[in-house]
């Protein structure tokens, strides 16, 4: 079956770096997507990675590695409105995303 | 920017009542999907659909229906609400064969 795993809640500083991982188990692999979703708002697209290694893109950074079934999403020179849940998710066999239950990010002055 | 849009955005409305939710993309996608979120929780998908006369139920047990009789237009159904459907329906769509999601701006709705 399918199954992703994040941490429930991180909590960081205004400035500094944070990594959140993602693991994920899928019979078959068509990539891997992270999204951010601020409280009461709709999902918005950040990132999307099907191949190992890093993808940067300016504060954000995301890597993939598919033999671990491991992700993680990079934030740089944090801001006070990346304050938002990063959900990772994967597509199953039939294209459908699969979701993992978000990781709240707060971040502290 | 993506173009899809949901309506309405907040509803309160008595147990009982049908209700239907909107939503449309000008965006093209044959690709469209419903899902269920409770705050701070994960995304649940309850309903899906590859293109027109397509529709497909997703892996939460919904009392909910939809339709797809046009490409843009995928509008959830509530033939009977009870409170346990208070919640927030995000509508989201893609290009056939790609899965980047956009999503509308969802719908919270209440029932009392």
């Known amino acids: 079956g399918q199954n992703i795993d994040q941490p429930t809640e991180m909590t960081a500083t205004e400035g500094a770096i944070v990594q959140i991982n993602c693991t994920y188990q899928?019979?078959?692999?068509?990539?891997l997507f992270w999204y951010q979703q601020h409280a009461g708002e709709a999902p918005t697209f950040l990132s999307y990675?099907?191949l190992d290694g890093l993808e940067e893109k300016g504060r954000f950074s995301s890597f993939l590695s598919r033999s671990k079934g491991y992700s993680y999403l990079l934030l740089k020179e944090l801001q006070m409105k990346d304050s938002a849940s990063y959900l990772c998710?994967?597509?199953?066999?039939?294209?459908?995303?699969?979701w993992g239950a978000g990781t709240k990010l707060i971040i502290k002055p | 920017e993506a173009d899809i849009y949901q309506t309405p955005r907040y509803l309160v409305i008595g147990t009982g009542k049908k209700i239907t939710l909107e939503c449309s993309q000008t965006?093209?996608?044959?690709?469209m999907y419903w899902y269920q979120q409770d705050p701070g929780m994960e995304l649940h998908l309850i309903h899906y659909?590859?293109?027109?006369?397509?529709?497909e139920k997703g892996d939460l047990s919904s009392e909910s229906t939809v339709s797809r009789i046009r490409t843009e237009h995928f509008p959830l159904t509530l033939e009977s609400a009870r409170p346990s459907h208070t919640s927030q329906y995000l509508c989201?769509?893609?290009?056939?064969?790609?899965?980047?999601?956009?999503f509308g701006q969802g719908t919270r709705l209440t029932v009392v």
């Open positions: 989201a769509s893609s290009e056939a064969g790609e899965t980047e999601a956009f």
């Open positions: 965006m093209g996608h044959d690709k």
């Open positions: 659909s590859y293109g027109v006369n397509s529709t």
């Open positions: 899928t019979s078959g692999f068509n990539g």
């Open positions: 990675n099907v």
């Open positions: 998710a994967v597509p199953d066999s039939n294209y459908q995303l699969i």
